[in-house]
């Protein structure tokens, strides 16, 4: 059964095709459809649509769905097309006449739109929070590993001296950005479309406010055209914000994988987040990480693909706009899969604490030496010169002593700024 229906046979062929992974999908998306149709059925009532007894009724069937919703036991019947249909169908069998009113002024445009927009804001809820686990767990370790050295390195060569908790803090401000990032795809998602119906309004004088406050969006997406304009713009603003996070979390994950090798041993990963060898008995790969660097680097191309399928649409809606779903879905259960592994694993991760007095490292500590003498009045051209020759000459005194006292060094890592600033940014989604 499809909401749009009539007395045709329909090519089978055509009916797999068209129906494509909605009934796999739109399980994750029924209970936010019940939340529409509760908030729709409500305002029905206020415009004279309804009886208070039909609404009572309605919002009794709803409630029941809504359980079976709750405890696994809903399910798409195989010829049925969608969340939605599979909704009015139960309605309609409890109800009768009664549960085929509850379509009235609303087409499945806007509220498929609405469905997907209310499962967004919680998609990104959560995903905020997972965000602020990660982000306190870099702080903690930033803290903890701030006094402890490593190599910095540019164009993967050694270069300066950094420090475990100049590195952790790093990833750290990372993601405080990947969170502004998130709170402005937000704002966009955070707009009713209940009522724009397929795109031209209706003639019913329908209450739009009252749906907007009951469902709890922030705001509404006035233009009932521009209502059906934004399936598509609000995936793929939410897209560049995955695409941010995937970005920070692909690059953390290599670093690690990196680190841990044992050219490097900054770092291990502990041993029940690795795999061993079917014929190295000494191997203990970091597969969590290496998987994390894979999915992520995957949907950095969510929003391109996001595009791909929009490119040249016209305004209106079109059937194009169903697969979407296909994408943008799956993308948000990933990443937050991403990030619960992650934080998981880099709570125990341990840390190389001696690494840094390997001798080879020594040469990370001239700009050290260029700096004492720029300080004792020796100009930075010439300093650099004599200590650059003193390097090919085999005779450089080596001072490891550092002394770095700006706002984001490794004397002064400014976490505090950072945290303030990530509680800032944090608040809203409270």
């Known amino acids: 059964m499809k909401l749009w229906h009539k007395e045709e046979t329909i090519d089978k062929i055509f009916e797999r095709f068209t129906v494509g992974k909605d009934p796999e999908l739109d399980v994750y998306l029924a209970k936010y459809d019940i939340i529409g149709s509760r908030a729709h059925v409500k305002m029905l009532g206020q415009i004279g649509l309804l009886k208070s007894e039909e609404i009572i009724a309605i919002g009794l069937g709803l409630n029941n769905i809504d359980q079976m919703i709750d405890s696994g036991t809903f399910e798409i019947s195989e010829g049925v097309e969608d969340c939605h249909s599979q909704i009015e169908i139960l309605l309609t069998e409890e109800l009768g006449e009664i549960g085929k009113k509850i379509h ?3 087409s499945r445009n806007d509220q498929v739109l609405t469905a997907l927009k209310l499962f967004a804001k919680s998609e990104l809820e959560e995903i905020a929070t997972l965000i602020k686990d990660l982000f306190e767990l870099l702080m903690a370790m930033s803290e903890r590993y701030k006094k402890v050295l490593m190599p910095g390195y540019t164009h993967m060569q050694i270069a300066m001296p950094s420090s475990f908790g ?3 803090a790093a990833y750290a401000e990372s993601l405080l950005d990947d969170l502004l990032q998130l709170k402005s795809s937000y704002q966009l998602v955070d707009k009713n479309p209940l009522g724009s119906a397929a ?6 004088p329908l209450n739009r406010l009252s749906t ?3 469902m709890g969006f922030g705001g509404i997406n006035v233009n009932a055209i521009y209502a059906q304009m934004t399936r598509g713009k609000m995936e793929k603003s939410v897209g560049f914000s995955v695409n941010s996070i995937a970005a920070t979390l692909s690059k953390f994950a290599m670093d690690v994988c990196l680190y841990s090798g044992q050219n490097f041993n900054f770092l291990k990963v502990d041993k029940k987040y690795t795999t061993g060898s079917s014929i190295m008995p ?3 790969n970091p597969d969590g990480f290496e998987l994390v660097r894979a999915k992520c680097n995957l949907l ?5 693909e996001l595009n791909m399928i929009l490119l040249n649409l016209p305004s209106g809606y079109h059937r194009d706009l169903q697969v979407l779903k296909e994408r943008f879905m799956p993308a948000l259960f990933s990443l937050k899969d991403c990030l619960k592994i992650t ?8 840390i190389g604490t001696e690494v840094i007095n390997d001798p080879k490292y020594d040469l990370i500590f001239s700009v050290e030496e260029v700096n004492r003498r720029v300080t004792a009045g020796v100009p930075f051209r010439d300093a650099y010169h004599d200590v650059s020759a003193s390097i090919k000459q085999g005779d450089l005194h080596i001072n490891r002593k550092i002394d770095q006292t700006h706002i984001g060094s490794i004397g002064n890592l ?3 700024l950072i945290k303030e600033s990530f509680k800032k940014a944090y608040a809203f989604f409270e």
């Open 166 to 168: 100049l590195w952790f």
């Open 300 to 304: 950095q191309a969510l929003p391109y």
């Open 199 to 204: 795109g031209y309004g209706s003639s019913f």
């Open 343 to 350: 934080t998981a694993m880099t709570t125990q991760l341990s």
């Open 104 to 106: 009235s002024g609303r």
């Open 414 to 416: 400014g976490n505090d």
């Open 282 to 284: 000494h191997k203990s």
């Open 212 to 214: 907007t406050e009951e």
